[in-house]
């Protein structure tokens, strides 16, 4: 035998696959028989989509496997599971969403106790803020009142009140309290007509301003009817719980008290008018019989 003959041929055969018993055989050790005959090639299965004779355009193969499809038989075992199976699916997505939106809110549920939560607490600081301001504002008068000025009548009235006005707001004082203060400052003349009050007009405080500008009230350029109709609409607003006879007297001597002439201002006074109307008529009696008198002495200094 040449050995390049017998290269080739192992080279050719390769090595033994284990499909027969020749094979089994080999790889057991035992010698293998030559009698055996080879494995017949394997023929594939006949198709109705490859018989002779039939055309296998694409066409046709899809129009084929549609009609197999459609002649595969279908019970009704089988269509309640293909719907139990579309079903369990659709309740699937659905439960999914339903988590998806429940996730969502509580997502927002969140969002929304955080913010409440931060207004909260900025409301809470603005509140603390505001109060410590407060009670700063509180602490620089508190335990340490001020105190108005007193009034006696020669000083002037507006001046007075702007000043008690202040010491009010700056000590928080109410409106009862600003008219308990204002009777204590009054001295002397600016407390005279205090003992004709009654105890009710003693705590307004409207009222009592009234009565103080009322017993300062001075004529100035105003004219005795100019001056009586004045002091009338003061004594109305200031006495209007007292009795008439009270209101009348008082309103007369304060007509006399704001006569800028001397000499008129004492004949009315010793005349004692109980009213403003019968004070203005002695007044301008008086201021008569002074322009007279002047008249027929130039030379007499006016008073």
Known sequence: MNPMEDDTSSLALGPAVLTTEGSLAEAAGA????????????????????????????????????????????????????????????????????????????????????????????????????????????????GAHLLPPTFDGTTSWAAFLAQFESVATLNGWTVQDKAQVLVVQLRDAAAEYLDYLPQGIRSNYEALLYLTQLKHVRQGRRGLHELAAYIDSLSRKALSGCPTATMDLIAANAFVDAINNRNVQRFVRLARPTDVPSALAVALEAEIQERSQAAEDPYRRPT
């Open 31 to 142: 010698p293998i028989s030559s009698n055996i005959p080879p494995p017949a090639p394997r023929q594939p299965l006949p198709s109705e989509f490859d018989c002779p004779g039939r055309t296998n355009s694409p066409s046709t193969v899809k129009h084929r496997a549609q009609s197999t499809y459609a002649r595969l038989p279908t019970s009704p075992g089988f269509t309640r599971l293909a719907l139990a199976t579309r079903l369990l699916s659709l309740e699937t997505a659905l439960a999914q969403r339903t988590s998806t939106a429940d996730d969502v809110v509580a997502d927002l549920a969140a969002r929304v106790s955080v913010i409440e939560a931060q207004s909260s607490r900025q409301q809470r600081v603005s509140t603390s803020v505001e109060q410590n301001n407060i009670g700063r504002a509180q602490s620089r008068f508190s």
